[in-house]
């Protein structure tokens, strides 16, 4: 991998302090998701937690891309950081006056996924910025990796936290880890866009970014197998409080190994990807979908599994899978855009990486009470297999030349 991007200060910076806040953040989804389900005992409820949170991400990503891409996007980051700040002491303080319902948690679900929606560009603007312009695939690689990681590392984070602390001191600590990242962005110093958006409207920038994603193979096929992704992989990830105390009744010290297992699926992922070859730098979204094969294999044993200890192995690896997906497609689009279009274009990858796993998790928590867990995972694992078949299909038999990319579309 090449690791040039470490060789710039304002990069380093920026890396290590958002691995704070990253992790404070999906530390934050274990704790709201457990929460759901210690209130109500509900996977619909987990589940509409999840969309609730995730939703505003899809709706609102793409506005957020286009103003992200006319302003300076270290102040962005600032509010961003700080809005998420509030929003956790804000959680921590219902918690802390044992005032704490299914309307807190939903405000709360409903608050942070705004933020969410403007972090998503602002993230994916800043890092191609603290670098020169030959350094750009490296910081890249490294900000996926650290984001797709810590997607996974959080909630393992978070889980641990609940066992030995409780939800309401973890939700503090949650809060106190974006001041490594705060502290980061002040002494940052961001180069600006090399453009500014061609047209003259703000509709007309949305358009653009639109027209831009959707018209480059590479880039779709990236943002079809993302959402596949999404959808069924971290669906299932995101309902493991369900799982854990739900199907196992193993409670909060059950969805503390189940989430230290799916942190540790996806560290192994983000390494295996730091070590992978040079030879294997190009053409990657195959590769991808084939993992994401592994990991929808994986969906349909835990349906199938009545033992704990291989429902463990079994997150874990389909942790693996959904870093590693994540990292290969986020880092494909990237690399095939530039910093006039980039928040635009990156905000589509996370409304449709983000709001389609609450979807996903929404879709699973209903089905559950319906058709019961082995069902709902027997059935998302044979529509998720077919839909990626097609994709590998579609793509070696395809007579028209391959794009930059070599995708799947």
Not at 85 to 90: F, I, N, P, V
Not at 159 to 179: E, M, N, R, S
Not at 365 to 370: K, T
Request: net charge positive; with cysteine.
């Amino acid at each position: 991998m090449n690791l040039s991007a470490l060789n710039f200060r304002n990069f380093r910076l920026y890396l290590a302090g958002n691995l704070f806040a990253l992790n404070a953040m999906w530390m934050l989804r274990i704790i709201v998701g457990w929460l759901a389900w210690d209130l109500t005992g509900s996977a619909s409820f987990v589940g509409l937690i999840a969309l609730v949170y995730f939703l505003p991400t899809m709706l609102l990503g793409p506005i957020f891309g286009v103003l992200i891409d006319r302003s300076d996007v270290r102040r962005a980051a600032i509010v961003v950081q700080s809005l998420f700040l509030t929003a956790a002491l804000g959680l921590w303080l219902v918690q802390h006056l044992e005032v704490l319902g299914t309307p807190h948690l939903l405000t709360y679900a409903l608050v942070s996924g705004l933020i969410m929606s403007a972090h998503g560009p602002v993230r994916m603007s800043m890092a191609p910025r603290l670098v020169a312009s030959n350094d750009i695939p490296s910081a890249v690689n490294f900000a996926s990796i650290a984001y797709n990681v810590s997607r996974m590392t959080g909630p393992a984070i978070g889980g641990w936290a609940i066992v030995q602390i409780g939800t309401g001191p973890a939700t503090l600590v949650t809060a106190f880890c974006y001041f490594p990242f705060l502290a980061a962005l002040s002494l940052l110093r961001v180069r600006q866009a090399a453009t500014k958006p061609s047209k003259p409207g703000f509709l007309g920038d949305l358009a653009e970014g639109a027209r831009f994603a959707l018209g480059d193979a590479g880039i779709r096929a990236a943002l079809a197998l993302a959402a596949i992704a999404s959808i069924f992989i971290m669906g299932v990830l995101e309902i493991l409080p369900v799982i854990a105390d739900g199907v196992f009744a193993r409670g909060a010290a059950g969805l503390g190994l189940l989430t230290a297992s799916s942190g540790l699926g996806a560290i192994v992922a983000g390494l295996g990807l730091v070590l992978l070859p040079p030879a294997f730098g190009r053409d990657r979204l195959p590769l991808a979908a084939v993992i994401s094969l592994f990991g929808v294999a994986c969906i349909a044993g835990l349906g199938l599994t009545a033992s704990w200890l291989a429902a463990i192995g079994l997150v874990a690896a389909m942790s693996a899978a959904a870093a590693a997906t994540g990292i290969i497609c986020q880092s494909a689009i990237q690399t095939l855009i530039g910093d006039g279009m980039r928040g635009r274009v990156m905000s589509m990858w996370a409304s449709i990486a983000i709001g389609s796993s609450a979807m996903g998790a929404a879709l699973l928590g209903i089905s559950v009470e319906f058709l019961g867990l082995g069902a709902t995972l027997a059935f998302s694992a044979i529509a998720a297999g077919l839909l990626l078949v097609a994709g590998l299909f579609r793509r070696r038999w395809k007579s028209r030349p391959a794009t930059r990319s070599g995708g799947l579309d």
